[in-house]
């Protein structure tokens, strides 16, 4: 028991930052990112024994987390009207530029179709590979290769749209 509470710590300690950004990207909720983290870690702690490679822990937890955040799906019955948008606060003059960047790059990679996407947090936020990331979604790594070039195209395409879209207001 000693020993697998050792590793069990280890895992936790390495890799709980990696997992709660994965998570954050994923839901955009500071809470449920930490919960989703929390379950994954308790399913981790359960199967721990099934883990036989501790170079494989960092995907295998990914996957698990993965798993989690569909479980929450399944289990929420989702009651939505058309008065539950989210509410804009707009904050903006205390907000640094850096940050006004940051949330234009979270909703424009929110609004990539999920083949996209996913792949894309995987690399950019858990910073696996494209074995690892073809290895973890089921897919060809060439596939993967393929969706991540697509992603980062439709970002630079959706940066130059912006971009001349404001040169036509300054200069209108």
């Known amino acids: 028991m000693a020993s697998k509470q050792t590793r069990y710590e280890a895992l936790v300690k390495a890799l709980h930052g990696d997992l709660y950004r994965y998570a954050f990207w994923l ?3 500071k809470h449920i990112a930490e919960d989703l983290v929390q379950e994954t870690f308790l399913r981790a702690w359960k199967a721990l024994d099934s883990l036989k490679d501790e170079k494989a822990a960092k995907s ?3 996957t698990i987390l993965r798993r989690e955040n569909a479980r929450r799906f399944e289990r929420k019955q989702f009651d939505m009207s058309e008065y539950d948008e989210p509410t804009i606060i707009d904050n903006i003059s205390s907000t640094t530029e850096q940050e ?3 949330q234009w790059l979270r ?3 929110s609004k990539l179709d999920v083949d996209y996407r996913e792949p894309l947090i995987l690399q950019v936020v858990a910073g696996f590979s494209g074995e690892e990331i073809a290895s973890l979604l089921g897919l060809n790594k060439n ?4 969706r991540l070039f697509r992603a980062r195209n439709q970002l630079r395409d959706a940066l130059t749209r912006e971009e001349r879209i ?7």
């Open 143 to 146: 596939t993967v290769m393929t």
């Open 60 to 62: 295998w937890l990914i």
């Open 107 to 109: 909703e424009k990679i």
């Open 27 to 29: 839901v955009h909720d």
């Open 166 to 172: 404001n040169k036509g207001l300054a200069n209108g």
């Open 100 to 102: 006004i960047e940051n």
